[in-house]
């Protein structure tokens, strides 16, 4: 991503041309509300995700969002003074079915590790290949909420089915991810 960076900056491409395009970008229908329910609820919620910090942070910022979660695990991301966004790799890792700058059952793993909080259910949301890592780490008494039409739901239900351990649940929009939240913090 950053080479692809340096070529949309080399077009001439400013911050504000980002900024713009942000604009159109809207949370999946229901998403804000399940974001907004967790933080009420004081549900421990990251994001760990394949993009970068300057994208997520400003989303975040825009939708008011940002307290709603207690950790952002991505490509840190800065704007260099010739107007050029720079983004690096998150980390270096060995994992062979991970894109080489992210791991996220790594980043995952080691969340859990470091914050010595016992969690009775791990949620994970995800819809890309890129979550089918962590999923695979996940176990029984966990849930993956895997977006309907995209490749982690795919994976999940066709080639990896017997390595799934955690319930997987289709989801549409942030509504039924909302209800299965709302239906955990009730037990």
Same mark, same amino acid.
């Given at each position: 991503m950053?080479k692809?960076?340096?070529?949309?900056?080399?077009e001439?491409?400013?911050k504000?041309?980002?900024?713009k395009?942000?604009?159109?970008?809207?949370?999946?229908?229901?998403?804000?509300?399940?974001c907004?329910?967790?933080?009420?609820?004081?549900?421990? /919620?990251?994001?760990?995700? *394949?993009?970068?910090?300057?994208?997520?942070?400003?989303? #975040?910022?825009?939708?008011?969002?940002? &307290?709603?979660?207690?950790?952002?695990?991505?490509?840190p991301?800065?704007?260099?003074s010739?107007?050029r966004?720079?983004?690096?790799?998150?980390?270096?890792?060995?994992?062979?079915?991970?894109?080489?700058?992210l791991?996220?059952?790594?980043?995952?793993?080691?969340?859990?590790?470091?914050?010595?909080?016992?969690?009775?259910?791990?949620?994970?949301?995800?819809?890309?290949?890129?979550d089918?890592?962590?999923?695979? /780490?996940?176990?029984?008494? *966990?849930?993956?909420?895997?977006?309907?039409?995209?490749? #982690?739901?795919?994976?999940l239900?066709? &080639?990896?089915?017997?390595?799934?351990?955690?319930?997987?649940?289709?989801?549409?929009?942030g509504?039924?991810?909302l209800?299965?939240?709302?239906?955990?913090c009730?037990?």
């Amino acid at each position: 991503m950053d080479k692809l960076f340096g070529v949309l900056h080399a077009e001439n491409l400013t911050k504000q041309d980002y900024v713009k395009c942000f604009e159109t970008l809207q949370f999946t229908e229901g998403m804000k509300e399940t974001c907004n329910f967790l933080q009420s609820q004081k549900v421990p /919620t990251i994001i760990i995700s *394949d993009s970068n910090s300057y994208f997520i942070d400003h989303i #975040l910022q825009r939708d008011f969002l940002r &307290e709603a979660f207690c950790g952002v695990y991505t490509n840190p991301a800065r704007w260099e003074s010739s107007g050029r966004l720079q983004v690096e790799r998150y980390h270096e890792h060995d994992c062979n079915h991970c894109p080489q700058n992210l791991c996220k059952s790594t980043v995952l793993h080691n969340y859990l590790t470091d914050c010595q909080q016992h969690f009775k259910h791990i949620v994970y949301v995800g819809d890309g290949h890129g979550d089918l890592c962590p999923c695979l /780490t996940l176990k029984e008494g *966990d849930y993956i909420l895997a977006r309907k039409g995209y490749k #982690l739901l795919n994976c999940l239900q066709g &080639e990896k089915s017997s390595e799934v351990n955690a319930e997987v649940v289709p989801w549409t929009t942030g509504f039924e991810a909302l209800q299965l939240f709302q239906t955990l913090c009730d037990t």
